[in-house]
């Protein structure tokens, strides 16, 4: 059984091939060629699926309690509300946030998913592909092995992420022959994803939200 684990990348994706032990790293263009990597049977994404129409997710403020003290609350970052899809514009996207959630206005963080979020939601189409499961790899890390604690961009940060996932996968050999110029930050967190993505194959995922699906029928929730 292959599944898939995807980060965003510099407008790209970086997607991690599982399959048992071994793990192949792939530079993936767009969410087309995210979704077209074949023989694949769940693709756990780190971005955005179901989304509001007028307020925060509670599986956003359930993800951020459950990393509070551990390092990485400050990684979730809300997701926009469905209108601000509407928009690449930053100051049009923060009325559209205030108009929507009644007062609650947009981060430049989660601005700069928008263009990503949407594309991830035109792409799964209606009804939504089946495969793809929202996940947040530092719930996953933190999972595997609850000393991940420093940034993932110092050199601890990467230690305790590699030791958490050298039990699961080969992930030093993935690395050693990654595509040309990708972070190890983004490889690491979209290896942490692709474990996530078996855990749901396999049915032992833990996961947070409300159990509501947005207006296009989609789950708000995060996995791991």
Do not use: N
């Amino acid at each position: 059984m292959a599944v898939l684990g995807v980060d965003g990348w510099r407008g790209r994706w970086v997607g991690a091939l599982l399959d048992g032990r071994s793990v192949t790293l792939l530079a993936l263009d767009d969410v087309t060629a995210v979704l077209a990597v074949p023989g694949v049977d769940v693709v756990a994404i780190d971005m955005p699926i179901g989304l509001s129409d007028d307020g925060v997710r509670a599986c956003d403020v359930a993800a951020r309690d459950a990393l509070r003290g551990r390092g990485a609350a400050g990684s979730v970052f809300p997701a926009p509300v469905r209108a601000v899809l509407a928009t690449d514009d930053y100051a049009e996207a923060r009325r559209l946030s205030v108009e929507a959630s009644r007062g609650r206005s947009l981060s430049a963080q989660s601005f700069a998913l928008v263009r990503s979020i949407r594309d991830l939601d035109t792409a799964l189409g209606d009804p939504s592909d089946p495969r793809v499961h929202e996940v947040h790899p530092e719930l996953s890390f933190r999972e595997l092995d609850d000393r991940v604690l420093a940034p993932k961009a110092s050199a601890r940060g990467l230690a305790q992420r590699i030791r958490a996932l050298g039990p699961v996968m080969d992930v030093l050999d993935a690395l050693a022959v990654g595509p040309d110029h990708l972070p190890a930050v983004d490889a690491l967190d979209a290896c942490a994803a692709a474990w996530s993505a078996r855990r749901i194959a396999e049915g032992t995922a833990g996961s947070v939200g409300d159990g509501t699906r947005d207006a296009r029928g989609r789950p708000m929730r995060i996995c791991w």
